[in-house]
C-alpha cells in the first residue's frame, strides 16, 4: 500500500508509513530510516511528533532546527552546509505537505473529516497522495511524470505541479470505497479509474491549495479546495536556486489558438471579399455591348444512342440553320425532336452522341455552343413567388453585362414583356399548382422571354406553342421570326403540329421520323418535294399536318426514301445552302404578311416581294445596337475572353449573383410566409407546451429526469422540424438546375443563399424563441451564462440535424424516399443519443454508432451545462440525501462532465462537415442531365 514496494513479504515504505504492507502511519521525522520509525495502530493519529516537525505523519518539517536535529541523510554539493526547512511553495528536493480537505458534495454522502497528504518530489517528477476520513486512509494516489513550474503573475507567485496520469488506488473496506454498510453511493470505482490529467496549484504566500483530477471535475464543481496547508522540505541552502518565470500574457494557449484561428478565417474573408469585390468593379467598368449579329448553327450526321439498351434515338440527321433563320424540327411524338434540340443547344446527354455541330460554321467546344444558344426547355421552370416582371428582371441582371445601367437593364425587360405580349401581366405572380398564377401560355412566353432578355446569337426552343392558343402561338413564332429577321439571332425550334399558317413563317424546315430526317430544306418547297415523290398533299388540307402524316406513316417514309431523282443533296439532309435558305425565306415571309392560312405552298410562291418588305419592317422593329456601339458576335465572344482572364464566364461578378440570388430567396420567404410562419409558430407553441409540461420543476430525483426529459424532448422536436429542409430544397432544386444549365450563376452563391435563408429563419430563429421560451418555464438554471451556452448548443445542433437534412435533399432525388431516410436516421441518432440507452450499456458491437449521433453529442453539452452545477436534494423513504447532479450524470448516462465544450466543438464540426458534403453534392451532382 502507499506506494511501498514489497518483496518477498518485506516493504520499502514511503516516509511517513510503516508496517508489513505500508499501511499504518509512522511517526517521528523523515530524518529517520523509514524501517526505524514507529508506528501507531491502523485508524488513529501520531501523537506526537519528533522535535521541529509536524503534519499528519510527521513529514512536515517545521524549524530549520528540526532539519539539524540529525545527521542528513545526503552531503551537500558545498560540503559544509547545514539544512534549513524550506516552506515555500517552491520545492527544491522533497517536499511534505498536509492539508485539511474542504469538499461539501463529498461530506453530502460521507460525513466527516477530510485531510490530504503529499511527497512532492521534484527530481523524480512523482507526487503521491493520500486522503483520509478522520484517521482512516480512503485512498491513494501514484502521480508520475510530473511538470513542475513556479510562475509570477500579476505579483503572485504560485507553484503547479502538472502531471498526465495519475493511478489511484481506493482501500477497501472504506467508507469511500465500499465494503462497510452504510452509504448509498460508492466512489470504488471511480477512483480505480482516475485516468487524470492531475494538477496542484500552491501560491506563495497562502496555506491553501487548488487540486484538480480532469475526470473528478464533475464530482466536485465547486472544486477540491486544500485549506490549512502545511508544507515543508528539509534542504541544503545551494539547492534553492529560484526557477520563478513570469508570465505576461494572461491568455491560455487554448484561447489563443481559437482566436489565431478566428484571425485567419476573418483574414480569408476579407480577401475573398476583396477580391469578389475588385472582379465586380472590373466588371462594371468593362466596356460592354449587347449581341448583335446572329450565329450560324450547322449539324453534320448528329446521331445520339441510348447507353443503358443501345437504342438509336437519332440517325445521322443533317441541317442547318444559317444566321439570321428561322429553322423549325417537326415530326411526330417521340421522333427524337427535343433530343435533337438538346445536343444541338449542347446539353450534357445521358447517352453517346455522334456528328458534328459547327458556329458560325467552325467546330468549337461544347461549352461555346452553350455560351452562344439561348434555350427554352419543353416545360416551364419558373420561380412561382416572382411575377412576370421580377423574373424577367432577374434573369436580365444576372444574365446582361454588369456595366449596363440598371435603368437600360429595366428598358430591355419591358421591351422584351412588351414583345411578347406579357405587358398585361407583367406585374402578376407565375404562380404554381398550390398557388393559382398566370396561364399556361403566359408562363412558357415568360420562359421564352427569360431567354431572350440576352438576345442570344442563336435561341433554340423546344415546343414554345405546346399550351398557346392558336392566336398566341402565331403571335409568338411571329416574334421570333421578327427576332431572326433583324439578323440578331438565329431561331431553332421544334414544333409538333403547326397551324399552316405558323408553318409558312418558317424560313427552314426539319421533319424527322423515327430518329431520321425525312426533309430538310426551305419551308416553301417541302410540298413540292413530297409531290415529287408522288406524295401529294390533297386539297385544303394543312401542308403541316401532311408532313405529319407522311412522318408517321413507316410506307409513305420508305416511299419518300426511296425516290431518286438524281440530285443526293437535295434528298433529306444537308440542303444545298444559303441562297436556297434565302430564297426559302422570302417565300414564306410573304405567306406571313398576306396572313394567308392556304396550306398549299404553291400559293405561297406566288409573293415573293411581300415578303421582303414584311423583313424590311422587322428589322426596323427590333433595336440591334445598344449603347451606341454594334458589335459582331465575333466581339461579343472576345468579350467572353475578357471575362475568362477575369476567372469568370459569367457576365456578372460573384458578388452581383449572390445579391441576385439572395433578394430573390427573400422574397420569396416573405412572400410564402407558410414555412417561415409554420415554423416560428411551432416554436412558441412546443416552447409553451414544453414550459408548461415541465413548469418550474424542483430539483430533487424527479425533477432531475424532467429535466433530463425536457432536454432530451427539446432536441428530438428541433430535430425532426428539420425535415421541413427537405421540402423547401426540392422545390427550389429544379430551378436550380435548369438556371445553372442555362449559365445563370455558378453553385456557391446558390449555395450560400440557400444556407443563409433556410437555417437563419426557418432554424435559428426558430430554435431560439423555442429555447428562451422553454428555459424560464421549466426553470432551468438563472446562471446567465448557462442559458447562453444552452442556446449556443440548441441552435448549433438545430443547424446540424437541418444541414443533414439539405445534405440528403441534395443527394436523393426523390423526395419519399429522402424523408425516409433522414426519418429513419434521426430515429437512430436519437436512440443512441444518450438518454434512451446507457451509453456504457451499448452492446460493443454497435458502440460506435453513438458517436455519429447529434443528440448525443446535443443532449450531452445541454445536460452537462444545466445539471453538472446543481444539486440533488431528496428524501426517499426517510433517507435525506444530498447528490451532485453530475454524479447522477456520470452514474446513470455515463456521460463525461467536463464535455460541454468537446461537445460543441463536435457539433460545430458536424456543421462544417454538413455544409462542406452540401456544396460538393450540389456543384458535383446537380447538373442537368438529359
Ligand atoms: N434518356 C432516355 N431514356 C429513354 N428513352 C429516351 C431517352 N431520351 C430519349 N428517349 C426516347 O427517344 C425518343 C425521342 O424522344 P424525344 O423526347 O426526343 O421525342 P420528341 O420528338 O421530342 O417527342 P415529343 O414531341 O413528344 O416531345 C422517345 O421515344 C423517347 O422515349
Known amino acids: 500500500m502507499n506506494s511501498g514496494v514489497c518483496e518477498n513479504k518485506t516493504c ?13 502511519l509512522s511517526c517521528g521525522s523523515p530524518l529517520i530510516d523509514p524501517s526505524q520509525r514507529p508506528t501507531v495502530a491502523s485508524n488513529t493519529s501520531c501523537s506526537s511528533c519528533d522535535d521541529g516537525f509536524g503534519g499528519f505523519n510527521c513529514n512536515v518539517c517545521q524549524t530549520d532546527a528540526g532539519c539539524r536535529s540529525k545527521p542528513p541523510s545526503r552531503t551537500s554539493f558545498l560540503g559544509n552546509e547545514e539544512m534549513v526547512c524550506n516552506k515555500k511553495s517552491e520545492v527544491y528536493h ?93 466512489l470504488g470505482d471511480v477512483v480505480d479509474g482516475l485516468k487524470g490529467p492531475f494538477s496542484l496549484t500552491c501560491p506563495q504566500n497562502s ?82 455591348t449587347l449581341n448583335a449579329e446572329a450565329a450560324s448553327l450547322e449539324f453534320r450526321n448528329v446521331g445520339y444512342t441510348l447507353n443503358k439498351d443501345g437504342l438509336e434515338i437519332l440517325k445521322g440527321i443533317s441541317g442547318a440553320a444559317p444566321a439570321g433563320v428561322v429553322l423549325a424540327v417537326m415530326g411526330p411524338s417521340g421522333a427524337g425532336k427535343s433530343t435533337l434540340v438538346d445536343i444541338l443547344a449542347g446539353k450534357r446527354k445521358d447517352g453517346k452522341v455522334t456528328g458534328q455541330i459547327l458556329l458560325n460554321g467552325k467546330q468549337v467546344h461544347e461549352s ?11 416545360e416551364d421552370t419558373l420561380p412561382p413567388t416572382q411575377t412576370v416582371y421580377e423574373a424577367v428582371l432577374y434573369s436580365a441582371m444576372l444574365r446582361l453585362p454588369e456595366a449596363m445601367p440598371i435603368h437600360r437593364v429595366h428598358e430591355r425587360v419591358s421591351e422584351v414583356i412588351e414583345m411578347l405580349g406579357l405587358t398585361h401581366c407583367a406585374d402578376r405572380r407565375i404562380g404554381n399548382v398550390t398557388a393559382r398564377g398566370i396561364s399556361g401560355g403566359e408562363k412558357r412566353r415568360v420562359s421564352i422571354a427569360l431567354e431572350l432578355i440576352t438576345r442570344p446569337p442563336i435561341l433554340i426552343l423546344d415546343e414554345p406553342t405546346s399550351g398557346l392558343d392558336s392566336y398566341s402561338a402565331h403571335m409568338v413564332v411571329e416574334q421570333l421570326c421578327k427576332l431572326a429577321a433583324s439578323k440578331t439571332t438565329t431561331v431553332i425550334l ?141 466581339a461579343s465572344f472576345s468579350e467572353e475572353g475578357a471575362r475568362k482572364k477575369q476567372n469568370t464566364v459569367y457576365p456578372v461578378s460573384f458578388l452581383a449573383q449572390l445579391q441576385v440570388i439572395m433578394k430573390r430567396n427573400f422574397q420569396t420567404l416573405i412572400r410564402d410566409k407558410s414555412l417561415l410562419v409554420l415554423h416560428l409558430a411551432v416554436a412558441i407553441v412546443l416552447g409553451v407546451f414544453i414550459g408548461g409540461l415541465y413548469y418550474q420543476v424542483p430539483m430533487n430525483l424527479a ?65 431560439i424563441f423555442m429555447g428562451c421560451i422553454s428555459y424560464f418555464m421549466i426553470g432551468l438554471s438563472p446562471v446567465v451564462e448557462t442559458f447562453f451556452k444552452f442556446l449556443l448548443i440548441i441552435v448549433l445542433f438545430n443547424v446540424a440535424t437541418a444541414m443533414f437534412c439539405l445534405v440528403i435533399a441534395a443527394a436523393v432525388r426523390t423526395t419519399g424516399v429522402a424523408s425516409l431516410a433522414s426519418s429513419i436516421v434521426m430515429l437512430f441518432m436519437m436512440l443512441f443519443g444518450g438518454f434512451m440507452i446507457n451509453s456504457g450499456n451499448i452492446p460493443a458491437a454497435l458502440t460506435w454508432i453513438q458517436y455519429f449521433s447529434m443528440f448525443k453529442y446535443g443532449f450531452e453539452a445541454l445536460a452537462v451545462n444545466e445539471v453538472a452545477t446543481s444539486k440533488l436534494i431528496d428524501n426517499i423513504q426517510g433517507v435525506a440525501f444530498n447528490v451532485p447532479g453530475s454524479l ?16 460543441m466543438i463536435i457539433l460545430i464540426g458536424f456543421n462544417v462537415l454538413f455544409i462542406v458534403l452540401f456544396w460538393g453534392i450540389v456543384t458535383f451532382r446537380l447538373k442537368e442531365r438529359k
Not at 444545298?576 to 394567308?596: E, L
Open 368 to 378: 461555346d455552343i452553350r455560351r452562344a444558344v439561348g434555350f427554352v426547355d419543353q
Open 703 to 767: 425533477g432531475f429526469q424532467n429535466r433530463a426529459g425536457s432536454l432530451f424532448f427539446m432536441l428530438a422536436l428541433l430535430g425532426f422540424s428539420s425535415i421541413s429542409a427537405l421540402g423547401a430544397f426540392t422545390d427550389t432544386r429544379t430551378l436550380f438546375i435548369k438556371e445553372r444549365s442555362n449559365g445563370y450563376y455558378p453553385p456557391l452563391p446558390f449555395v450560400i443563399s440557400t444556407l443563409l435563408f433556410d437555417l437563419i429563419p426557418l432554424r435559428i430563429v426558430p430554435s
Open 207 to 288: 496555506n491553501e491549495c487548488d487540486f484538480y483530477i480532469k475526470d473528478l471535475s464533475g464530482l466536485f464543481p465547486t472544486g477540491l479546495k486544500m485549506t490549512d496547508c502545511d508544507l515543508g522540505e528539509c534542504v541544503f541552502p545551494s539547492e534553492m536556486q529560484s526557477t520563478v518565470t513570469t508570465i505576461k500574457s494572461t491568455m491560455s494557449p487554448g484561447v489563443i489558438a481559437c482566436l489565431a484561428i478566428l484571425g485567419v478565417l476573418v483574414l480569408f474573408l476579407i480577401v475573398v471579399c476583396s477580391i469578389a469585390r475588385r472582379n465586380q468593379l472590373i466588371l462594371r467598368r468593362t466596356p460592354y
Open 888 to 903: 447522477i450524470l456520470q452514474k446513470l448516462f455515463g456521460f463525461d462532465l467536463g464535455g460541454y465544450w468537446r461537445n
Open 494 to 634: 421544334t414544333i409538333h403540329q403547326p397551324r399552316s399558317d405558323i408553318f409558312f413563317m418558317f424560313d427552314q424546315t426539319l421533319v424527322v421520323s423515327k430518329g431520321s430526317a425525312l426533309y430538310f430544306g426551305p419551308t416553301a418547297t417541302a410540298a413540292d418535294y413530297f409531290i415529287q415523290r408522288g406524295l401529294v398533299c390533297p386539297p385544303n388540307y394543312n401542308i403541316a399536318d401532311y408532313l405529319l402524316d407522311i412522318a408517321m406513316d413507316q410506307e409513305l417514309v420508305a416511299k419518300a426514301k426511296s425516290f431518286n431523282d438524281g440530285s443526293e443533296n437535295e434528298k433529306a439532309g444537308l440542303s444545298t445552302g444559303h441562297q436556297t435558305h434565302i430564297s426559302g425565306n422570302a417565300v414564306s415571309r410573304r405567306a406571313v404578311s398576306n396572313g394567308n392560312s392556304n396550306n398549299n405552298s404553291r400559293n405561297a410562291l406566288q409573293h415573293n416581294n411581300a415578303s421582303d418588305i414584311t423583313r424590311n419592317s422587322y428589322e426596323t422593329s427590333v433595336p440591334i445596337e445598344e449603347e451606341g456601339s454594334a458589335r459582331s458576335s465575333t
Open 94 to 186: 522533497n517536499a511534505y505537505m498536509t492539508c485539511a480537505v474542504r469538499a461539501p458534495e463529498l461530506t453530502g454522502f460521507f460525513p466527516g473529516e477530510y485531510s490530504l497528504t503529499m511527497s512532492l518530489d521534484p527530481v523524480n517528477k512523482t507526487v503521491n497522495a493520500q486522503l483520509w476520513l478522520g484517521y482512516t486512509e480512503q485512498f491513494y494516489c501514484d502521480i508520475p511524470n510530473c511538470t513542475l513550474a513556479t510562475t509570477e503573475e500579476n505579483g503572485v507567485v504560485q507553484t503547479k505541479w502538472d502531471c498526465p496520469t495519475l493511478n489511484c488506488k481506493c482501500i477497501k473496506p472504506t467508507l469511500m470505497c465500499g465494503g462497510v454498510p452504510g452509504p448509498v453511493v460508492t
Open 12 to 24: 520499502k515504505c514511503m516516509p511517513g508509513f510503516g508496517g508489513v504492507d505500508c499501511s499504518l
